[in-house]
C-alpha cells in the first residue's frame, strides 16, 4: 500500500513541528535532500529512491515525521561540527533515534568530547544526549589503534545488522546498531519485551563483541511520550 499526503495531515505535521519551536518541512526536506545529492542519480532514480524511503519511514515504528525530525537533528549536529573543528566529524560518530543523540568515537582530546556533547545538545528538538565517547589514554597508539578498531567494530556491526534482518521474529528497521572497540550500542523500539531479548541475544553472540549497551525502549515506554524536555544523561558537571 503506498503512503498518501493530503493538505490536510501535511498541515497538522507542520503545526506539530512549530509549536516544537522549528519548521515542520525542514526535517521533511532534510530527508529528500540526501536523495537529489547523491551522485549518478536520474530523475527517475530519485523520484523511486524518494518513495521508497517515505514508504520505509512509514513502516518504522517512528513513522515519518519522527524520520524524518531525526534526519534533520542529524544534519544539524553534522553542521555545528564541522563550523566548530572539522575532527569532531571524525572522531565523533552521532547516532539520532526519537530525538535521543548517541554520541560514540574516539578521542585524544578530553575538551573536544565535551564541545560535541554541547553541540549535540543545541538543536532544539533534541531532548537527550547520551555520552559514549571513549577518552584514549596519551600512552595509546592510536595510529595503528583506529584503523584496526574501525574494521573490527564494522565487521560486527554487519553481522549483528545481518541477524536481526534474517529473523522473522525481530522488526529490524526499528533498531540502530553502533560499535565502538567491540561494544555495541542497541537503540531502537522493541514491540514487546520478548522482542527486546531476542535482539539483545543477537548483539552478545556476535563474534568479538565484549559488552552490549542497551539504550533501546519498549513501545509502551513512558519515555517515548517526552514532551520535549532535556533530560540530563551524562551533561558536564554544571550543565550546558
Request: aromatic share 8%.
Amino acid at each position: 500500500m503506498g503512503v498518501v499526503f493530503d493538505s490536510y495531515s501535511l498541515h497538522n505535521a507542520c503545526m506539530r513541528q512549530k509549536a516544537r519551536g522549528y519548521n515542520g518541512l525542514v526535517p521533511v526536506f532534510f530527508l529528500l535532500l540526501a536523495l537529489f545529492l547523491t551522485p549518478g542519480c536520474t530523475k527517475q532514480g530519485v523520484l523511486v529512491g524518494a518513495a521508497s524511503s517515505l514508504v520505509s519511514a512509514a513502516r518504522e515504528e517512528r513513522g515519518i515525521e519522527g524520520v524524518a525530525t531525526d534526519a534533520w537533528i542529524y544534519t544539524e549536529i553534522q553542521r555545528l561540527f564541522l563550523e566548530e573543528d572539522h575532527a569532531l566529524i571524525t572522531d565523533i560518530d552521532v547516532t539520532v533515534f526519537e530525538r535521543r543523540v548517541l554520541l560514540t568515537g574516539m578521542t585524544e582530546d578530553p575538551k573536544k568530547a565535551r564541545v560535541a556533547v554541547r553541540l549535540a545538545a543545541s538543536p532544539r528538538p533534541v531532548i537527550e544526549v547520551i555520552d559514549r565517547i571513549r577518552r584514549l589514554s596519551p600512552d595509546e597508539d592510536t595510529e595503528y589503534l583506529r584503523p584496526v578498531v574501525t574494521l573490527r567494530d564494522t565487521l560486527i556491526a554487519a553481522e549483528i545488522r545481518s541477524a536481526l534482518m534474517f529473523d522473522a521474529q525481530i522488526r529490524a528497521i526499528n533498531f540502530s546498531v553502533d560499535v565502538v572497540d567491540r561494544v555495541v550500542y542497541l537503540m531502537g523500539i522493541a514491540q514487546n519485551q520478548e522482542e527486546l531479548s531476542r535482539v539483545l541475544d543477537w548483539c552478545r553472540s556476535a563474534g568479538y563483541v565484549r559488552d552490549v549497551v542497551n539504550l533501546a525502549v519498549l513501545r509502551t515506554d513512558g519515555r517515548r511520550l517526552a514532551s520535549g524536555t532535556r533530560l540530563a544523561t551524562d551533561f558536564p558537571e554544571g550543565g550546558l
